[in-house]
Structure formats: C-alpha cells, structure tokens
C-alpha cells in the first residue's frame, strides 16, 4: 500500500524543504510555503532501480523534417506571433495582468476558427457560462460555431474533450484554477498546477490538439507558479499593456516553431480587440510637430522593424537626491546612460529630475535604444528640438562609446517607408549601409553632444 508523506513546497519556485519556513532560501520569497501531502511509491514494488528501457533509434543530423502543419487563426498578429498559426498537438501558454483583454482575444480567435468549420472548445474555469456568453454577444460572436463549459476537474475536462470529435483547438482559462482529484493540495499550488499542466500538455500532444492555457501573472508581470509550466509548454506569450490604454502588445517569449521576442500589436474598442496593421506610426506618437526631449528609435521585435518615440523630461531638481524613473525602459540601463553622458561627455545631468517615456506603451529591450534615449535627454536639457525625420538607434559603451547594431538595413528601410530620410547611427567604417538614407555616423557620444550641440544654444556642462 502506499504510504503518504508531506513536504513543504514554495508556491513561488516549488522549491522543497523538509519543513515549514517563513521564507524560501531558494528564491528569497516570504510566506510561500505551503506544507502539501505527497504519495510515496508502494512499499512492495520489487527491486529499487530503474526498469528496463527500450533501445531508442539514433539518426544523424542530415535528412529532411517536414515543417509542421499550421491551424491559421484568421487573426493576422496572432499568428504572426505563434509563428504562422497554431500547431497541432502543441501546448500555448499565455500570461497577463487581470483584464488585459486575454480572454476576449482567446474567444475571437476561437470564433473566427469555429467559422472556418474548425472544433474549437472554451472551457473557463473562473467565469460562469452566462458570462462568457455576454462578453460573446457584446463581441458581436454570438453566433459563432464555439462550445462552451465550465470545469476545473482536469479528469473532466479531459473526459470532456475525449467525447465526440478532437477538437482542433481548445482554451482553458486559466489553467491556476485546474485541480487533479489525485494530488491531495488546493487549486493554484505548485502541485496541482504541475500536474494539471502536465495531463493537459499530454492530452495536447496524444490527440494532436493545440490547446491555449491562460495564466495569472503576479506583480512581478511573471507568469504565477513555477517555472516547470513554462518548461512544459510549446510557447508562451505575454499580453502587455495598461488597462488605461487602448493599444496591447502581444509577445512571445518563448517559441519551439518561430522566433521569440515577436510581437502583434491590438487596440481594445467596443468591438473587442481589432488589429493595428501599421505599428510603427501607432509607436512615433500622434504629433507631426517635433517637440524637445523627443527622438524616434528603429527598433527591431522578433522579425518586424519598428519606429518608436522615446520622450524625455530633464528638469532641475530641489531634492538632495533627484528623481530617475522610466516608463517602458530599464531605469539601471537610463542611470547608466546618465553616467556615461556625464564622465565622458562633461553633460550636467546630477542636479536634474530625468523622466523618460516610450511612446505608446511599448516595453524596449534593446540595448540599440542608447542612442535615440541619449539625443532625447539631451534634446531636452538644451530645449533643442531634433530635425525632424531623423531615426537614431546604436548601444553605447561604458567608455562612451557608439557601437554599431545588427539588421541596420531593416531598420532604415522602415524609416524610409515612413518618410524618414534622415538617420543618426553609430560608425560602420568602411561598409556604409545602402539604403539611401542620409545617414550621419557618430563613433562616441562627445559626438552626439555636438551633434546636437549645433543645432542649440549649447548644452549646460559641468564647471
């Protein structure tokens, strides 16, 4: 018979002690411990090692593989996120903060699938059926081919799926709310969220359905729960946004059948969740007038060129400590850019309130944004306004330096498609790019200083 035994497992790493504690040595977390009851294996099994295995086949890197079949979604950035569409028997897990829209976007996909004559199932696990029906009439989805239930039970659910026809594409929302009748701890801890993850991924992969798993996040934007669910899954894409804002950005960050770091763009109306077709205009602001503080950075997300406005506000400061903050970029990184600009260019910027934005709610990665977040400091600080139809984007270098980035040719030919002809990039030496763009190539950032140095009254250095 087997016996039971009880461990004390971190709801936050699902890290394991041998008793409670107020706080997790493996990932600095407190008050995430959980004692849970775990089944031990039978007393009576014979021997103590591994059974037997198979002799698998081994084959050598040559040969052809057949790419995988794609379920197109009719949602033209969410399959350019996955990567071309769904595929089948793969397992998507999709994170982000409560009301970002992942449930309306889930539920359109769903129904432009069911209208194609696809089997689709939405099974919810925190909404009544009548409320998921409100939201599909408000969507204008009513009549859309898609099946309905609500279940946590995952020995259900996959009883659910089993009866009838395989479904094509199934949406379990969300996937903390599934419990398994065989693990004795509450819904949402690391044990049932392991195990339901895993009996769901292994329905997906048996019956060669795509199944979607929705997912809380916590106040960190991470996905809740350990990270063996993100392991276990094909993909996984996060819904960014602010609920006050209209525009979501949908990334992936994981994907075993694209690239990562691929991102669609959506706005939220009354109608749901529409597509926004040109992205680049949507991230350069609504203004045609160029103001100080602004610069335009080309960017690249997974595949896709984008032009984005980064905004800055350099003011002076009455505090003995000033203020830094950062919306859309990394505050170490904005420091770091500060420093630099002060002890290899000579700006003063200590006694100075630094407020830097990222137009339209874009979250920018790329150390290629140096550039275009130092011209928009220093636009600010000397009132200088940037020629209008210039890009700037290149990484600078503890030393000052202005390092060149990859795919700058993408880069200038958005910026040309937008009517940008003018480019301030970092020094290629002897291979200038061919674009056609006028491209004005600085090698440091006492470069830069007098590049926009020229077009001011000058800059206010330190004494």
Not at 247 to 262: Q, S, W, Y
Not at 394 to 417: C, Y
Not at 442 to 458: H, I
Request: aromatic share 4%.
């Amino acid at each position: 018979m087997a016996k039971s035994s009880h461990s004390f497992v971190c709801q936050s790493c699902g890290a394991h002690s041998v008793k409670w504690s107020g706080h997790c040595d493996a990932c600095d977390s407190w008050n995430t411990i959980i004692e849970e009851k775990l089944e031990a294996p039978a007393s009576g099994a014979k021997g103590s090692g591994l059974p037997r295995g198979r002799v698998a086949k081994l084959v050598d890197l040559q040969g052809e593989s057949a790419a995988p079949p794609r379920i197109l979604s009719g949602i033209a950035e969410l399959d350019r996120v996955t990567g071309g569409g769904f595929v089948p028997g793969s397992a998507v897990l999709i994170g982000g903060d409560p009301g970002i829209g992942k449930s309306t976007l889930l539920l359109q996909a769903l129904a432009a699938l069911g209208n194609k004559g696809e089997r689709v199932i939405y099974v919810t696990g925190e909404e009544a059926i009548a409320q998921v029906r409100l939201r599909a009439a408000r969507l204008g989805l009513a009549d859309a081919p898609v099946l309905l239930a609500a279940e946590t039970n995952v020995s259900d659910i996959i009883a659910t799926l089993n009866e009838g026809d395989v479904p094509s594409v199934v949406v379990i929302d969300s996937v903390q709310t599934v419990w398994s009748p065989a693990v004795e701890a509450a819904p949402g801890t690391v044990s049932q969220l392991k195990a339901g993850s895993d009996a769901l991924v292994r329905y997906a992969k048996s019956k060669g359905t795509c199944v979607l798993l929705v997912g809380h996040v916590t106040k960190d934007g991470q996905i809740a729960g350990p990270k063996v669910i993100e392991h276990l899954v094909d993909t996984v894409l996060y819904f960014e946004g602010d609920r006050g804002h209209q525009f979501r950005i949908l990334r992936a960050v994981k994907n075993r059948f694209g690239p990562t770091d691929e991102i669609g763009v959506f706005e939220m109306g009354d109608g749901g969740l529409a597509e926004v077709t040109n992205p680049s205009r949507l991230f350069m602001g609504q203004t045609e007038r160029p103001a100080p503080g602004t610069a335009v950075f080309a960017g690249i997300e997974g595949t896709r060129p984008l032009l984005v406005e980064v905004q800055a506000l350099v003011s002076p400061s009455s505090l003995g400590t000033p203020r830094r903050t950062a919306v859309g970029w990394d505050t170490t990184r904005l420091n770091m850019i500060l420093a630099v600009l002060e002890a290899r260019a000579g700006v003063a910027l200590g006694q100075h309130d630094v407020y830097l934005n990222v137009a339209g709610g874009l979250r920018l990665k790329e150390p290629a944004a140096d550039l275009a977040v130092a011209a928009a400091l220093l636009s600010s600080l000397s009132d200088t306004i940037i020629p209008h139809g210039t890009v700037l984007f290149g990484e600078i270098a503890l030393s000052g330096a202005i390092r060149p980035v990859g795919q700058t040719e993408p880069r200038l030919k958005e910026a040309l498609k937008l009517g940008l002809g003018h480019a301030v990039i970092a020094d290629m030496g002897d291979k200038p790019p061919k674009t056609g763009i006028d491209a004005k190539q600085v090698s440091t950032v006492a470069d830069l200083v007098a590049w926009v140095a020229s077009r001011s009254k000058g800059l206010r250095r330190i004494a």
